[in-house]
């Protein structure tokens, strides 16, 4: 892996086809939210579908109710891609690179398999602006994270980001009875005016 991806440096914004076919970067996917991101080898390997199979199972009905995006890179084509994402039930985003633009820019290169020419899979937790939260080297199946492992940085970046994550602070109070929705997620932006009758 590239050595500025640590934690506190920033992942590239790629923009790559998801499985709709649309271009899509990450920035856009991750919005304002933490996002979980996995770097997979593809649908040819049985500890990806093992890995995304419980991300699916356990983790995305959560991520759902708990403004957290994830989303999946892969070296498969687009309809290899298709076929990945339905067979692991995932209903977050994958991105298609069979050029591997991402392998190549980060130096993942799995060199001991020149028959698929995979990524080093690896899982990132991201905060937002794509600043690198946590990475987990996922070539050895026991280096992924487990449900627990990215329940903790999750909840460690949403603390960190979140001003509203302790309504007992001092001042918040003040600011919602004060009509100021900034610091409380979901409630910042300004709600549509009124339709004024004519």
């Known amino acids: 892996m590239r050595p500025d991806i640590i934690p506190g440096g920033v992942f590239p914004d790629f923009a790559l086809p998801d499985h709709t076919g ?16 996995t770097l997979a080898r593809g649908h040819y390997c049985p500890k990806e579908h093992q890995q995304l199979q419980e991300m699916a199972a356990v983790l995305q009905p959560k991520v759902a109710v708990a403004y957290t995006q994830l989303a999946t890179i892969s070296t498969d084509d687009h309809h290899t891609l298709q076929e990945f994402r339905l067979s692991v039930g995932a209903q977050w985003p994958f991105l298609s690179d069979p050029g591997r633009t991402v392998q190549q820019d980060l130096d993942i290169q799995e060199y001991t398999d020149p028959e698929h020419d995979p990524m080093i899979p690896h899982t990132l937790v ?6 690198v939260h946590s990475v987990y080297n996922g070539y050895w199946f026991w280096g992924r994270p487990s449900i627990g492992d990215l329940w903790r940085d999750l909840r460690d970046v949403s603390r960190d980001i979140r001003p509203d994550w302790d309504l007992s602070t001092p001042g918040l109070r003040e600011a919602w009875d004060g009509g100021d929705r900034s610091l409380f997620h979901g409630f910042d932006a300004d709600p549509a005016e009124p339709a004024q009758e004519t």
């Open 126 to 131: 991201l905060q937002p602006g794509l600043v």
């Open 22 to 37: 649309t271009v899509r970067t990450l920035s856009e996917l991750q919005g304002d939210d933490p996002l979980v991101l």
